[in-house]
């Protein structure tokens, strides 16, 4: 049986590819993104009550220390294997070090849906995660170049959107509990699915009119695209056992390491990085990488965590 | 009821949303009083510029200076900007019923 909210991703992309009218009005999308960054933070949060944060040092000091492998990886395959420029090899490699929150709500909805169970301490490791990668991105763009305004752009990152929501609800369920947040669960826990459904949608209305410009950009960043998230998701699964998730965290790590953004990191890299072309980077990772995961990827790395995790356990 | 207008540069500049916060910020630096901005839509060289993701979109930025300021701000838009993002900028002579408004002090 299939998961509806893809099924939601489907009918936005067919919608979008046959020309549809459908839009979805951009004050819709921003308020459905402000409600699930803070659904997630606020779920990470209540987990996060549960547990001494000081347990959490070590493991988010190990997944933060791996995930900067995976930029290091995109921009070494984007400039040699790819021939791009270093502007370019550093723009894919920021987005893909840095992560996707929505490919992650899809992995943890997947699990749900296989009654697996997970760490929900794992959403401390996505708002982590979406700092370093882009930073190691960045610096390998504009190695040499003197022009880099570091403080701007580590200001314009943490006090970005995303994180400002993640963390804030994560403080506020941290604070509150399982028992304070009930009041609240209706609308960010309970009605979530629906939500991530509608903004589904709207991904795949965004991919559709990605497709085009992705022909121009030739075979190699389709390749790039599915190979990426296919080596993330190995470090990630390898990072879990190290830290000893269960099977459904190590799916989710995957999962997070395998994405990549493309809200945060395209907004920061055309400040950091003029000269890169958006276009590239942005069409890999919303045009392949994104489709992939949620299709494919998320159903893989369950079954390969089963596979290296499952006997242990 | 025209007698009464002066005559001052009306600064339009069509560009990435992403800019706004620089560039706004750097024409008050130069003296600009002050700005207007809103969303923009349209197509172009750098093809679709539709707004369906926050990439996507662009603004048009309006500013109503003196000569001298508007000078600056193009300056400095050519100097740091023209080279590796979308623009389209223009300015034309509009008339103002309260100079002083627009004019440093």
Redesign the interface.
């Given at each position: 049986m299939s998961d509806p909210v893809i099924l939601f991703f489907v009918l936005g992309l067919t919608a979008g590819l046959c020309r549809s009218d459908l839009?979805i009005p951009?004050v819709l999308y921003e308020s459905l993104s402000i409600v699930l960054l803070l659904a997630i933070g606020l779920k990470g949060g209540v987990a996060l009550s549960k547990h001494n944060p000081a347990d959490l040092f070590a493991p988010i000091l190990i997944v933060t220390l791996a995930a900067m492998l995976v930029p290091i990886i995109a921009f070494t395959i984007a400039s040699y294997f790819g021939r791009y420029k270093r502007a370019d090899a550093g723009a894919l490699a920021a987005h893909y070090g840095s992560v996707s929150v929505v490919t992650f709500a899809v992995g943890s909805s997947f699990l749900v849906r296989q009654s697996e169970e997970f760490e929900g301490f794992i959403s401390v490791f996505l708002v982590i995660l979406e700092i370093p990668g882009l930073l190691v991105g960045v610096a390998l763009a504009r190695w040499a170049a003197t022009q880099t305004r570091w403080g701007n752009l580590i200001h314009e990152i943490i006090t970005g959107k995303s994180i400002v929501l993640l963390v804030g609800g994560m403080v506020i369920g941290y604070f509150c509990g399982e028992d304070g947040a009930a009041s609240i669960a209706p609308l960010f826990f309970g009605l979530f699915k629906g939500l991530l459904a509608i903004f589904l949608l709207e991904m795949g209305?965004?991919t559709a009119?990605r497709l085009a410009e992705l022909k121009k950009s030739g075979i190699f960043l389709v390749v790039f695209g599915i190979l990426m998230p296919l080596l993330g998701a190995t470090i990630g699964i390898l990072t879990a056992m190290v830290i000893n998730l269960s099977v459904g965290g190590a799916t989710l790590l995957a999962t997070l390491f395998a994405s990549a953004s493309?809200?945060a990191a395209?907004?920061a890299i055309?400040?950091a990085v003029?000269?890169a072309n958006?276009s590239l980077s942005?069409g890999a990772s919303?045009g392949v990488t994104f489709p992939f995961n949620i299709t494919i990827g998320i159903p893989l790395y369950y079954t390969f965590s089963q596979w290296l995790l499952g006997a242990n356990q | 009821m025209t007698s009464r207008l002066i005559t001052r540069k009306l600064i339009t500049i069509i560009c990435e949303s992403c800019l706004e916060g620089q560039i706004t910020q750097a024409s008050i630096k130069l003296g600009a009083r002050g700005y207007t901005v809103c969303d923009a839509r349209g197509k172009g060289a750098h093809g679709l510029r539709d707004g369906s993701w926050p990439e996507k979109g662009n603004i048009r930025i309006e500013i109503i200076c003196d000569e001298p300021i508007a000078t600056r701000v193009l300056d400095l838009l050519v100097e740091n900007y023209y080279q590796n993002y979308t623009f389209v900028t223009f300015v034309a002579d509009v008339g103002v019923l309260r100079p002083e408004k627009f004019q440093v002090i």
């Open positions: 839009k951009g209305l965004v009119g493309y809200i395209p907004a055309r400040m003029p000269e958006p942005i919303l | -």
